[in-house]
């Protein structure tokens, strides 16, 4: 890109959950400042899945001006307190992994550390039991509370949600283009992307282009050739079959991973049918074998024929290259297994807005947005991994593998420091909070061995006051909130 100009010209090529949200997002923000034209193809169709979110994905709506009751009657969407994930550290056991809080941090250190001392002193109350998102969703329950007191993101059908996006980009001032992408034009002179040329000679030039064209990558790998780094020595699965059954009972307020002898499978309830799917390694499970699992296991009618998906779990090296920024499937791919994908489209969409300076877009911009997005991404890679490789299933050759793989040092630094001192630290804004690894590092099995002294201060009946009125406060605030079946039907039929 040239250092003169402003990206007025901004060209979307994708209509996918990525392209509409970055469309909704763009227009909205920048509104006439940027001319904002969208490229997709009906006939290309976009992957079709992609259901489960994190709570961000509540404060991109707000920052969008979406109301909620409207958004969720459009994408059939109900409420996600965290994912449950069963059979991960053995077969039959389970643990969940919530949003938000459990019981209350000191300080100088999170509350673990007092849970860890009270089981030293007797109390023997699950960790969990301290959680209102974590006992609400075992409940089944849901409510909004004062103060955003319960964190929340939702499970929906990003299909409907692209669509519902669509119509508010369009609004404002978004162009659409159906055609397909034939090829890439570039600048002879620069090495930027100059147009995008359709079938049928069509061309759509522009200053900057996002590449919102999924795995095909057309723009930033196929024309720019940004490279791609390959994580499945860390993330071995490379495949996964979804499928849509209806719903045979009311929704639950959480989405649910089972962990099976060569991955995993999902079921993510929405108001008007059920989202399933199995993700797996093609080396440990063929893809009949996994069809089968699947199909022997989802309740309820099929209402679409398995979708087959083949991933190679990474990240596009360069995120923005020249006047191409990656967004979505295009910037790279990592299992839905902690529902980050949707995640990582916002994050980039929020960087670009951000870094949309009054004058020219630098490189150091440019540096800064790869540095930022790598680093999310390698710290979700990180969070994803410790779920494979703390275990202790060796009951199949593919947990065997995954007990035996190696691991990025970031992470083994991270779960060693967690098993000496029970310490958890968050870094350069880092996605997961110290509750979310803290939750899953102790349901994977990882014991600290010690704890933070601050806690060994309290007497006898401060600790037992400390834990007994928490836990109290969660049961109470619990038994109160309405079933969240109930409560998503009367949210969504109110306005
Ligand atoms: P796509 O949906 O593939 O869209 C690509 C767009 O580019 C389409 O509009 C297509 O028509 C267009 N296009 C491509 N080539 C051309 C061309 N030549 N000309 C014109 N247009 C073209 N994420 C979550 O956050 N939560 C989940 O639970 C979750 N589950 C997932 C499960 C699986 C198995 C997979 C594979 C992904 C999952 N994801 C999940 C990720 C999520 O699906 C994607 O991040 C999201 O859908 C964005 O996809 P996309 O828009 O980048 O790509």
Request: glycine letters at 8%; proline letters at 4%; charged letters at 25%.
């Amino acid at each position: 890109m040239t250092a003169s100009h402003l990206p007025r010209r901004i060209v979307i090529a994708g209509g996918g959950t990525a392209g509409w949200m970055t469309a909704a997002a763009l227009a909205r923000t920048l509104g006439p400042v940027a001319e904002v034209t969208l490229v997709e193809s009906e006939q290309i169709g976009t992957i079709g899945v992609g259901e489960s979110t994190i709570p961000p994905l509540v404060t991109y709506n707000r920052l969008l001006g979406i109301n909620e009751a409207e958004f969720m009657r459009a994408t059939q969407a109900t409420f996600k307190l965290g994912i449950n994930f069963e059979n991960w550290r053995v077969p039959g056991e389970n643990y969940f992994h919530s949003f938000g809080g459990t019981g209350k941090d000191h300080w100088s250190a999170g509350f673990q550390h007092f849970w860890l001392n009270g089981r030293e002193r007797g109390h023997t109350a699950p960790y969990g039991e301290y959680c209102l998102e974590l006992k609400a969703a075992e409940a089944g329950k849901f409510a909004h509370l004062p103060d955003d007191r319960m964190n929340y993101a939702y499970q929906l059908d990003s299909g409907l949600y692209a669509k519902f996006l669509r119509a508010m980009a369009e609004a404002d001032g978004t162009i659409r283009i159906e055609g397909k992408i034939a090829r890439v034009e570039l600048d002879g002179e620069t090495g930027d992307i100059a147009a995008l040329v359709l079938e049928g000679d069509r061309r759509i030039a522009g200053d900057l282009f996002i590449d919102c064209t999924g795995f095909r990558a057309l723009l930033i790998e196929g024309a720019l050739r940004a490279g791609y780094d390959d994580w499945t020595h860390w993330l071995p699965c490379d495949s996964a079959i979804a499928i849509q059954t209806s719903s045979v009972r009311p929704p639950v307020p959480y989405t649910r991973a089972i962990a099976h002898e060569a991955g995993w499978q999902w079921r993510i309830p929405l108001q008007h049918r059920q989202g399933n799917g199995v993700v797996y390694c093609s080396d440990y499970l063929a893809h009949e074998a996994a069809l089968k699992k699947l199909l022997l296991t989802v309740e309820g009618e099929k209402l679409v024929k398995p979708n087959h998906i083949r991933f190679r779990t990474g990240a596009r090296r360069k995120q923005w290259h020249r006047n191409c920024v990656a967004v979505g499937l295009s910037g790279g791919f990592m299992e839905p297994l902690e529902s980050t994908s949707i995640h990582l489209i916002q994050r980039a969409i929020l960087r670009i807005v951000r870094m949309l300076p009054a004058g020219a877009i630098s490189q150091r911009d440019i540096d800064e947005f790869n540095d930022q997005q790598f680093t999310d991404m390698e710290q979700i890679r990180d969070f994803l991994v410790l779920h494979y490789k703390a275990t202790d299933r060796r009951d199949t050759p593919f947990w065997r593998h995954c007990a035996s793989m190696e691991i990025p040092a970031s992470l083994e630094h991270k779960i060693e420091l967690f098993r000496e001192t029970g310490r958890v630290f968050r870094k350069n804004e880092e996605l997961f909070a110290e509750n979310s690894w803290v939750q899953v590092m102790m349901g994977q099995g990882i014991n600290p061995q010690s704890h933070h002294p601050v806690a060994a201060k309290l007497r006898d009946e401060e600790l037992k006051h400390l834990l007994g009125s928490l836990r109290e406060q969660v049961s109470r605030t619990v038994a109160a909130l309405p079933s969240h079946g109930d409560y998503v039907a009367r949210y969504c039929g109110a306005e």
